[in-house]
């Protein structure tokens, strides 16, 4: 366990980056984890013409901007994943698979999914189901695990359940040439559909055929905010929060698409800025 810092942030789209340059300029000690490319979502625009003083800019150029920005405030991304964060009442605690950091106040930023959760995905949660694969891989030891992967990083964890499981059904859900290193690793380009079981999960169905499998992970680029902060008050899938972008929990705040729609850069960063400065107030108020 390292230091306790005043600010973690987690996610480093608009919303996590803007939140970290403004607690930045406040003299915060703050963590940031997020992605090396930042996020697919900015990455991925083709030409973006709301952001304002950007005019006709692509994703990868406004990407490259925000990343000579954070350079310039000497902020680095943490490319670690949260899996939880428990509120302590004195402190948050997040963890990263068997390591854990700790922050005197949060700010959620980890944008939204478009996908919907799979037939059976929230029935089977815990029963076979999960979204980490590698915290889980030591339950499915010579067992067969099925990875419905959205990104690129879920290849890793695909890599290293493989060293484990005795077989593994990678479905990925983009194209790409995959990185997937060992012989146990079948790639099934077909489109999932269900989980099913009895006490837990046993078959995962796809479009073409039906898979017996001991486990499923779904490895998207965030989670339901609930599932990653127990205890968070959710409407209508996105963090509920009031004008100062405050949660539920007291110390934890919320910024971007993951707070509603509607879902753009500029209110993202916006947000991102409210979150930190409200953060830096509840700080001084300890
Ligand atoms: C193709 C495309 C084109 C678009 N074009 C436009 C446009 O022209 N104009 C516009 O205004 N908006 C546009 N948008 C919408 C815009 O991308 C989003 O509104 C914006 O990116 C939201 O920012 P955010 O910071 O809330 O979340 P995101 O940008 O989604 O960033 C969240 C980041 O947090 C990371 N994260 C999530 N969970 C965790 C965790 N547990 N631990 C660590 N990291 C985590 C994610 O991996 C991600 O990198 C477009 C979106 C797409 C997909």
Same mark, same amino acid.
């Given at each position: 366990?390292?230091?306790?810092?005043?600010?973690?942030?987690?996610?480093?789209?608009?919303?996590?980056?803007?939140?970290?340059?403004?607690?930045?300029?406040?003299?915060?000690?703050?963590?940031?984890?997020?992605?090396?490319?930042?996020?697919?979502?900015?990455?991925?625009?083709?030409?973006?013409?709301?952001?304002?003083?950007?005019?006709?800019?692509?994703?990868? /150029?406004?990407?490259?901007?925000?990343?000579?920005?954070?350079?310039?405030?000497?902020?680095?991304?943490?490319?670690?994943?949260?899996?939880?964060?428990?509120?302590?009442?004195?402190?948050?605690?997040?963890?990263?698979?068997?390591?854990?950091?700790?922050?005197? $106040?949060?700010?959620?930023?980890?944008?939204?999914?478009?996908?919907?959760? =799979?037939?059976?995905? /929230?029935?089977?949660?815990?029963?076979?189901?999960?979204?980490?694969?590698?915290?889980?891989?030591?339950?499915?030891?010579?067992?067969?695990?099925?990875?419905?992967?959205?990104?690129?990083? $879920?290849?890793?964890?695909?890599?290293?359940?493989?060293? =484990?499981?005795?077989?593994?059904?990678?479905?990925?859900?983009?194209?790409?040439?995959?990185? =997937?290193?060992?012989?146990?690793?079948?790639?099934?380009?077909?489109?999932?559909?269900?989980?099913?079981?009895?006490?837990?999960?046993?078959?995962?169905?796809?479009?073409?055929?039906?898979?017996?499998?001991?486990?499923?992970?779904?490895?998207?680029?965030?989670?339901?905010?609930?599932?990653?902060?127990?205890?968070?008050?959710?409407?209508?899938?996105?963090?509920?929060?009031?004008?100062?972008?405050?949660?539920?929990?007291?110390?934890?705040?919320?910024?971007?698409?993951?707070?509603?729609?509607?879902?753009?850069?500029?209110?993202?960063?916006?947000?991102?800025?409210?979150?930190?400065?409200?953060?830096?107030?509840? =700080?001084?108020?300890?």
């Amino acid at each position: 366990m390292g230091d306790r810092y005043d600010i973690a942030i987690v996610g480093s789209g608009p919303a996590g980056l803007s939140a970290a340059i403004n607690a930045k300029i406040r003299n915060k000690n703050i963590i940031i984890f997020g992605n090396k490319n930042l996020s697919s979502k900015v990455e991925k625009a083709p030409k973006v013409n709301n952001y304002l003083g950007f005019y006709e800019i692509t994703g990868t /150029e406004l990407r490259d901007q925000f990343q000579k920005h954070i350079n310039s405030m000497n902020i680095d991304i943490t490319t670690e994943r949260i899996n939880t964060i428990y509120a302590m009442g004195e402190y948050f605690a997040l963890a990263v698979n068997e390591k854990m950091y700790e922050a005197k $106040a949060i700010i959620l930023a980890t944008g939204i999914e478009y996908t919907k959760p =799979l037939k059976g995905e /929230e029935e089977f949660l815990g029963r076979g189901v999960g979204y980490c694969a590698t915290c889980d891989a030591p339950l499915y030891k010579g067992k067969v695990v099925t990875i419905i992967g959205y990104n690129r990083e $879920a290849e890793e964890e695909a890599n290293y359940v493989s060293e =484990l499981a005795e077989k593994i059904f990678y479905v990925p859900m983009y194209k790409a040439e995959y990185n =997937l290193k060992r012989g146990n690793i079948e790639i099934l380009k077909d489109k999932p559909l269900e989980i099913q079981g009895d006490d837990r999960v046993r078959n995962v169905i796809l479009k073409n055929e039906t898979i017996a499998t001991d486990g499923v992970f779904v490895l998207k680029d965030s989670v339901a905010p609930n599932q990653l902060v127990p205890g968070l008050l959710v409407e209508n899938d996105h963090i509920k929060v009031d004008l100062n972008m405050s949660t539920n929990i007291k110390g934890c705040f919320a910024a971007g698409d993951c707070t509603g729609k509607p879902y753009q850069y500029m209110r993202a960063a916006g947000q991102g800025q409210v979150a930190a400065l409200n953060a830096v107030s509840y =700080l001084d108020s300890l």
